[in-house]
């Protein structure tokens, strides 16, 4: 059985569906590339699942350690290249709290580093992850 079923619904715009929940997700082509733009773009959803994973394997790894990572949050910026057409580099901010100890610090992010994501990309993808502590 699949776990994505997708359809095209036309005019640059995609449908896909979880098979095991029903959610379903949208997709437009971008306004600099023919399309709506009133949905996440193909590459935007490679950028955004980017984000998810390396925010799961550190959730994974502070469960593991007590910790409570429920406040942190993160901005992702693509971009893109031209010739070919392809996103050229990532860029992620993620915001911790900063009474996450040294010890923990490099757990989280040597583990979001090695998330299924990062390491599926293409190296010719440039991945650069910050990490911000504060109160």
Same mark, same amino acid.
């Given at each position: 059985?699949?776990?994505?079923t997708?359809?095209? +619904?036309?005019q640059? &715009?995609t449908e896909?569906?979880? +098979?095991?929940?029903?959610?379903?997700?949208?997709?437009d082509a =971008?306004? @600099?590339n023919?399309? /709506?733009?009133?949905?996440?773009? =193909?590459?935007?959803l490679v950028?955004?699942a980017?984000?998810?994973?390396m925010?799961?394997i550190?959730g994974?790894?502070?469960?593991?350690?007590?910790? @409570?990572?429920?406040?942190?949050?993160? @901005?992702?910026?693509k971009?893109?290249?031209s010739?070919?057409? /392809?996103?050229? #580099?990532? @860029?992620?901010?993620f915001?911790l709290?900063?009474?996450? =100890?040294?010890?923990e610090?490099?757990?989280?992010? &040597? +583990?979001a580093k090695?998330?299924p994501?990062?390491?599926s990309?293409n =190296?010719?993808?440039? #991945?650069?992850v910050?990490f911000?502590?504060?109160?």
């Amino acid at each position: 059985m699949s776990t994505i079923t997708a359809r095209y +619904a036309g005019q640059l &715009r995609t449908e896909a569906t979880h +098979a095991a929940s029903g959610n379903t997700i949208l997709t437009d082509a =971008p306004t @600099d590339n023919q399309g /709506r733009g009133e949905a996440f773009s =193909p590459t935007d959803l490679v950028c955004a699942a980017l984000g998810s994973c390396m925010m799961t394997i550190m959730g994974i790894v502070a469960d593991r350690h007590g910790l @409570d990572l429920t406040a942190v949050s993160w @901005d992702t910026t693509k971009h893109m290249l031209s010739e070919p057409r /392809r996103i050229g #580099q990532i @860029d992620l901010t993620f915001r911790l709290p900063a009474s996450l =100890p040294e010890k923990e610090r490099a757990l989280l992010e &040597r +583990a979001a580093k090695t998330c299924p994501v990062a390491l599926s990309l293409n =190296p010719e993808i440039k #991945q650069q992850v910050q990490f911000l502590y504060s109160e």
